[in-house]
């Protein structure tokens, strides 16, 4: 490492965790304290040891009003275009970079941590890393040479191969086992830093304008022999851990177990010094112990990786306020009244008495401090002249109204109300517009502090990643978003872009604006007839509306876009309506043509059948008059008209004139 180098990060290291301890320190521990409700050092003996827990309340009543807009939507922030070489990637990086915050990385936590401890902490810090992952081995067996060809082809690295004989139906072939190798790309992890580990430059306005900023963190040394760093058996602990250890973790290390587990204490960061001399001071990411060979890592960078988030910001600081920090004094004062009110309860239920002692005996005092119901008090003479209750006077009401007092003071200087808690019994008996007026003034305020918020810290989160991504990922992705399975290569989109964070509306808000975006549809519907609205208008006024609703992935599930939606026929011109028509009725007619013609054939074969039928029933007429063996055909139209007719036919015929005779027959026939 460099002389200079070195002298700087000793330097400005020393300089941070000297003022950060003298100046930061006590507040955060006193914060924490509070939060957790922790006795305050000042109880009496005998005397109420009740603790107010504002501090808790506020960070945790002001929570949720943070985490749920930013994930209450599709994203957490937008990228957008800087020129037109970007417009077609920057929707791809938005749906990537908030797919590998939220899923590949436990986003949720990891904002809830970094959101508690600028709310608690003064500073919420969290560093995006890019890891290196070991490279995937796969071992196959009984390869054959052409499958053994083909895998190479495919440009899997063989890092192992043996050649054997096997046997094919008896006919013997060289096989392969081999190991094949798959390179890893690495993968992104986002962690929160502990603020008390977090050093930066005592004067540093930004981040960006500190000479130092990095954190201290513990390694084992089997850690560090993982991560391939050779000095991990002697690095030392770095000279300043012992000014920034954590009073709440205990020392893990015991001298029996062995060395590979004992834990070492490093700074990790980054560093801006010229060590190229070339006037300009570079950026450079660092990992060292407390000897002047302690070097791990010297690497120069594009720039820092931190991102830093503050609730209150003090102009020109990199540290600001938490909201633990006004919340602590309030707490102090409420614990004090509150003691007082329920000490004035027990006096009240419990007075001190007064004992004559010349009319007291030496069990009197014994049979008063007895806890007992109807208890026998022994003495001397009327009770009214050895036992006396000392009055003393009753402040609960007093205290009641300093508690009621210090909460309007904790209302106003942090915007965290009781109506928005939903902790008011009393609420129905205000007007509603009166709180939905002090519910705004909250909501505004809360709102405004995550606004800074995701401006600064969280905006600067995703500028770093996509940062990474764009320098790591080299190789294409494919992760499953919107039931699809979409194919994501960051190497060709330009880290330069816009972002832009979703700042999800309060719930006033939300509802104000579902209210006006349905108003609006009322226009909408009669704006489309018109021609003043296009189908593309409806569809991003449906996507609004659902956002505003919070029906996530309406854009996707329940809509469509109209530039996606396959294209429509084109409308036909008069002309081409009018022949429709004409064509339509020339179809018509011939088919009514033709089914007069198939009407008229029927007919005419129904007519013909009936003629023949006739002339049967007169054939089995005429047989059926004269005598047995006498001539069929003579006084018949059959014997006029000279036809022959199918004996077949004449059978039938006669058949049914027979079994029509038998039928006349029957009694009761006619």
Request: some cysteine.
């Amino acid at each position: 490492m460099n002389e200079k180098l070195r002298q700087v990060l000793d330097h400005e290291i020393e300089r941070s965790v000297t003022w950060s301890t003298s100046a930061i320190r006590s507040e955060q521990e006193r914060n924490l304290a509070y939060y957790l409700g922790l006795p305050m050092g000042n109880e009496v003996e005998g005397r109420s040891q009740v603790v107010s827990w504002d501090v808790f309340e506020v960070v945790e009543s002001a929570l949720p009003s943070f985490l749920e807009p930013l994930f209450g939507g599709d994203n957490i922030a937008e990228f957008q275009p800087r020129g037109p070489e970007d417009e077609a990637f920057a929707s791809q990086a938005t749906d990537y970079v908030n797919y590998l915050v939220t899923e590949r990385n436990d986003g949720f936590m990891v904002f809830y941590t970094w959101l508690k401890d600028a709310l608690l902490q003064k500073l919420g810090v969290v560093r995006p890393e890019w890891v290196k992952v070991d490279p995937e081995r796969t071992e196959y067996e009984g390869l054959t040479a052409e499958q053994l060809t083909m895998m190479q082809a495919e440009g899997k690295v063989i890092v192992a191969a043996s050649e054997r004989i096997a046997d094919f139906g008896g006919m013997p072939a060289p096989v392969y086992d081999v190991t094949v190798e798959t390179q890893n790309p690495g993968k992104l992890c986002i962690r929160n830093v502990k603020p008390v580990d977090f050093i930066i430059t005592k004067d540093a306005r930004t981040p960006d304008d500190a000479y130092v900023i990095g954190e201290m963190v513990t390694y084992t040394r089997s850690e560090l022999k993982e991560m391939g760093f050779k000095r991990w058996a002697d690095v030392s602990d770095y000279d300043f851990s012992t000014l920034v250890d954590d009073p709440w973790e205990d020392d893990v290390f015991d001298d029996t177990v062995t060395v590979e587990l004992e834990e070492v204490r490093l700074f990790k960061g980054f560093v801006r010094c010229d060590c190229n001399g070339d006037g300009v001071a570079e950026w450079r990411e660092v990992l060292v112990g407390g000897g002047p060979d302690d070097i791990l890592q010297d690497d120069e960078v594009e720039g820092q990786d931190y991102a830093v988030i503050t609730p209150i910001p003090i102009p020109h600081r990199v540290y600001g306020m938490a909201y633990a920090d006004p919340a602590a004094e309030i707490q102090r004062l409420k614990t004090g009244l509150t003691r007082q009110y329920v000490d004035s309860l027990y006096l009240a239920n419990r007075p001190g008495t007064y004992i004559n002692m010349q009319a007291a005996t030496s069990n009197t005092i014994e049979d008063l401090l007895s806890d007992r119901i109807g208890k026998i008090i022994r003495g001397n003479g009327p009770a009214n002249t050895a036992i006396t209750p000392i009055q003393t006077t009753i402040v609960a009401r007093e205290s009641l109204e300093g508690i009621q007092f210090a909460d309007t003071m904790r209302e106003t200087r942090l915007g965290i109300t009781k109506y928005n808690q939903g902790l008011d019994s009393e609420s129905l008996n205000k007007t509603a517009t009166g709180i939905g007026k002090i519910m705004q003034a909250s909501e505004q305020r809360l709102k405004m502090t995550l606004r800074i918020m995701a401006n600064t810290g969280i905006k600067r989160l995703y500028q770093i990643i996509l940062r990474l991504v764009t320098q790591h990922q080299n190789v294409a992705d494919v992760v499953r978003l919107r039931n699809e399975w979409v194919p994501f290569n960051p190497a060709e989109w330009s880290d330069k872009m816009d972002c832009k964070i979703v700042v999800g509306s309060t719930n006033g808000e939300r509802m104000e604006e579902v209210q006006m975006l349905q108003l609006f549809g009322q226009f909408m519907q009669q704006a489309v007839p018109m021609g003043v609205a296009t189908k593309q208008n409806v569809y991003e006024f449906g996507k609004r509306l659902a956002r505003a609703a919070k029906l996530m992935g309406a854009d996707v599930k329940l809509l469509t876009d109209p530039a996606q939606a396959p294209p429509q026929q084109p409308q036909p011109s008069p002309e081409q309506i009018k022949a429709q028509i004409e064509m339509g009725k020339a179809q018509f007619e011939a088919s009514e043509a033709e089914k007069q013609r198939q009407h008229d054939w029927q007919m005419k074969q129904l007519e013909g059948q009936q003629a023949e039928r006739l002339k049967l029933f007169e054939l089995a007429a005429g047989m059926l008059s004269r005598p047995m063996g006498g001539n069929i055909i003579d006084g018949t139209q059959m014997d006029q008209a000279g036809q022959v007719i199918d004996p077949a036919q004449i059978q039938f015929a006669a058949q049914a004139i027979n079994q029509l005779a038998n039928d006349l027959q029957q009694p009761g026939a006619m």
